[in-house]
């Protein structure tokens, strides 16, 4: 299993899994130590933990600087705002938990184990909100809702209605919540999805062999069975509530994220920023904790040799056409209605966008989502290749230690990066001034610290599509070379890389399709005038340009929307 | 090149108990044996501890004049062992030609005389016309062919083979039996094979090394090793008139 989107999440969602195997097995690990690695071995492992330690350290950082004492800032912060901070990111997170599952795990399975008219086609189309990154989604719906919007325009001049503004205004906590969820959902969909279809079959058939209805199977049986999966997207879904600044500071709600900006931005202190982002770390460190202990013993693994698939039941009647509106009403809502808002605005706006300026926001999105996609993809294929050379709690640490930066939270992330980069400055001052440097901040204020960022962040969605091309290989071709009188490197070269190329494909294009839609560190982290794609479509939005914005948005919207179709059909094409 | 194999002892981290318990072989250079045994035996384990690929904790390992391992004082690593290895499901390189694949190894060989090679084994199997073809282009059995000539393109002083036949027709087998049998014995080369087939044994093998539980249970000639296990066989279900 190799491509898409969604198997990347699973395969991060894998990874939790594989911990506790690996906590379980400590044994036999500690065994395993006591061989000597070859030195070729040891060649690529230590260049796998030289890259290790750099995309750690931001972090470790962090942890380190979180205890030193505190600002006057941040006694104001504690005392006052912290406790809403808490709160309102909290309430955002379960809610738009709750209604993700419930969305997700519904359509879910109305999609595997019913056949009515259209299901082949929403199947898929009910991905599609993942396209639209929830900060697009959130002004788009803003501008449709408000006083010039088109619906109460319509309103208005069709129907002479004029109804009260507050029943359109989204700008509050429901209205995050209603957005989340809407472009959020599709990770449990897909997570859960994908396991009805390889796991479910037998268990259902039996119950309904066994008499039980619909609504008791869906509950007494589809739901426990799938807990794993179900909570594994609802993960999902929640760090990315916790990553997410555009929503939040559009709507104006006070989260983790958006404190962590204002301390930074508009008070300029570092260190508080730090201990916001040491205090939002450890709620997702708690939450991922939570997560394995709801998931509990039952892991995905179900699995009997033999995977037939559900045969879906045929609707009749006003159960068919229900069906039909609810899946179809989502998919209108999710994907539909904003992306035919966002090309109407582009249609009205384009002259006036595009541009040289726009050419360039395309370049510099380009750039920098291609440079870090590459190094993100060499990163993970060095660690990767070496997790598979040898065994052991080293290698096991390494990959863990890998992917752990994609349930950090952006914010969390830049600061680290920040405050990282600026002690090196600090360190390489001497150096600066030896070679006439006017500043002191080169490597804080360049766009290197950018891309950095995007590397930590999304290492794991490159590194899950190397290990799953590793892991669709195997280790036969290599011992093979082995035999042959090939090295482990040479081997690598001539064999193992050349196999893997689809793989190292779909990640560079996942990872790139990922920074193409980043938000939280491309504002915090970019350099004095660099803008990129979704950096300016959210600075139109923010000065209520809306319109202005759309070009860029749906620009990203129809890269990520084709990216997410390709991956989606080579899926259907391999067989599991 | 004769081998000798001393006291072989080995386990997976997985496992509690010993996967290899103290085993020993002789060859003589030119010989073919073959370790025969039921899935679990820890055959296969056996090969890839010859082949370097696994790497024992105990035990001795020499072949020729080379000591690929030593108790845990030295282990020459599989690339540097020189052997040649037939594997279960061939693992022919997808992505090269049947050429490229017998060609492989020979990376280290002058350039005309590493093509004059690839002619001559190519020949050997009847081959020449396919040497452009891709692996999937190939039947089950002339794949099994193609790597068995890339693991002797090499001239390896030892070949391993896993399972050779096990992914044949059964229809096929005794045919490629014969031409396998044929091929080693025209290069001469020293050649343990493991398989669960005792038929397999009978017709390949000079000599039949029985394995049970990661140990040596027996050794013999095939006939003589075969005959006693059917009269145990017959011995153990008594005849029902």
Not at chain 1, 141 to 154: C, E, F, R, S
Not at chain 1, 496 to 521: H, N, Q, T
Not at chain 2, 159 to 172: G, K, V
Not at chain 2, 206 to 218: F, S
Request: proline share 4%; net charge positive; hydrophobic share 45%.
């Amino acid at each position: 299993m190799t491509k898409s989107h969604f198997s990347v999440i699973l395969h991060v969602d894998d990874k939790h899994s594989h911990l506790t195997k690996m906590i379980i097995n400590k044994g036999p690990g500690i065994m395993k130590m006591k061989r000597k690695l070859p030195t070729t071995v040891s060649g690529w492992g230590a260049l796998a933990l030289f890259f290790v330690t750099i995309l750690s350290l931001p972090t470790l950082f962090l942890i380190f600087r979180v205890f030193q004492p505190p600002s006057e800032n941040w006694e104001h912060i504690r005392e006052y705002m912290l406790q809403s901070y808490i709160t309102d990111t909290l309430l955002l997170a379960l809610w738009t938990g709750v209604f993700a599952v419930a969305i997700g795990t519904t359509l879910a399975w109305l999609v595997s184990a019913y056949d009515f008219p259209l299901r082949g086609t929403l199947k898929w189309a009910l991905l599609m909100p993942l396209a639209i990154p929830p900060y697009i989604g959130a002004y788009t719906y803003h501008g449709m809702l408000n006083y010039t919007g088109v619906i109460q325009v319509t309103l208005r001049e069709h129907f002479d209605t004029a109804v009260s503004q507050r029943y359109f205004d989204i700008m509050n906590m429901p209205g995050a919540v209603f957005i989340f969820t809407l472009f959020l959902y599709p990770y449990v969909y897909a997570i859960t999805r994908a396991f009805f279809a390889s796991q479910a079959t037998s268990l259902v058939e039996n119950a309904r062999v066994l008499g039980s209805g619909p609504v008791r199977i869906f509950l007494r049986v589809v739901i426990p069975i799938a807990r794993g999966a179900i909570v594994a997207g609802a993960t999902l879904v929640v760090l990315e509530v916790l990553n997410d600044y555009g929503v939040v500071s559009y709507f104006g709600i006070q989260t983790f994220s958006t404190a962590i900006f204002q301390t930074w931005f508009a008070f300029g202190d570092l260190d508080a920023a730090i201990k916001l982002a040491g205090i939002l770390m450890g709620i997702v460190f708690i939450l991922l904790f939570l997560e394995k202990l709801l998931r509990g013993r039952r892991q995905f693994s179900y699995s009997n040799t033999k995977v037939s698939p559900l045969k879906p039941v045929p609707l009749k009647g006003w159960h068919k056409w229900m069906a039909v509106f609810y899946t179809g009403i989502i998919f209108t809502l999710g994907f539909f209605l904003p992306v035919a808002q966002l090309l109407y605005w582009s249609f009205l706006t384009y002259e006036d966008i595009f541009s040289n300026t726009f050419l360039a926001l395309i370049r510099n999105s380009a750039l920098a989502a291609g440079i870090s996609a590459a190094g993100v993809v060499i990163i993970a294929i060095v660690i990767a290749n070496f997790a598979r050379m040898s065994k052991g709690w080293l290698p096991a640490l390494t990959s863990r230690l890998t992917v752990l930066g994609y349930s950090i939270p952006g914010a969390v992330i830049a600061v680290g990066v920040i405050s990282f980069f600026i002690s090196m400055d600090e360190w390489l001052g001497a150096f600066y001034s030896s070679v006439g440097a006017s500043t002191n901040l080169v490597l804080s204020t360049s766009i290197v610290m950018l891309l950095f960022a995007y590397i930590i962040r999304f290492m794991a969605v490159g590194y899950n599509s190397i290990e799953a091309g590793f892991d669709k290989i195997g280790m036969k071709f290599n011992e093979a070379s082995r035999t042959l009188g090939m090295g482990w490197t040479e081997t690598f070269l001539r064999v193992d890389l050349k196999m893997i190329r689809p793989a190292i494909f779909s990640g560079f294009i996942l990872v790139f399709v990922d920074i193409l839609k980043e938000l939280p560190l491309t504002l915090i982290l970019r350099p004095f005038n660099f803008e990129t794609l979704a950096s300016m479509a959210y600075r139109y939005a923010s000065d209520e340009r809306i319109q202005e914005a759309a070009p860029a948005s749906i620009f990203i919207v129809l890269v990520s929307g084709v990216a997410m179709f390709i991956f989606h059909i080579i899926i259907e094409k391999e067989p599991n | 090149m004769h081998v000798q194999i001393s006291d072989l002892q080995f386990h997976y981290p997985s496992s509690s108990s010993p996967t290899i318990r103290d085993f020993s072989l002789y060859m003589q250079e030119g010989e073919i044996v073959s370790i025969l045994g039921e899935s679990g035996s820890g055959k296969s384990t056996i090969l890839r501890l010859i082949a370097g690929l696994e790497r024992p904790e105990k035990g001795s390992i020499r072949v020729g004049n080379q000591v690929y391992c030593e108790d845990n004082r030295s282990f020459l690593p599989v690339e540097k062992r020189g052997i040649g290895m037939v594997f279960q499901d061939y693992a022919l390189f997808p992505h090269m030609t049947v050429e490229q694949n017998v060609m492989f190894g020979l990376k280290r060989w002058k350039r005309t005389e590493r093509l004059q090679r690839v002619d001559e084994m190519l020949e050997l199997i009847h081959m020449e016309e396919y040497r452009k073809r891709y692996p999937y282009e190939l039947s089950g059995g002339q794949q099994q062919r193609v790597a068995l000539t890339r693991a002797l393109a090499p001239k390896p002083s030892l070949l391993l083979l896993d399972e050779p036949f096990s992914n044949l027709d059964a229809h096929l087998q005794q045919r490629i039996r014969d031409e396998l049998r044929d091929t080693i014995k025209h290069t001469g080369t020293t050649t343990i094979f493991v398989t669960h087939d005792e038929e397999d044994a009978r017709v390949l093998a000079d000599r039949v090394v029985l394995v049970e539980k990661g140990g040596v249970k027996q050794v013999g000639r095939p006939c003589d090793l075969l005959r006693k296990s059917l009269q145990d066989r017959y011995q153990q279900t008594p005849i029902q008139v």
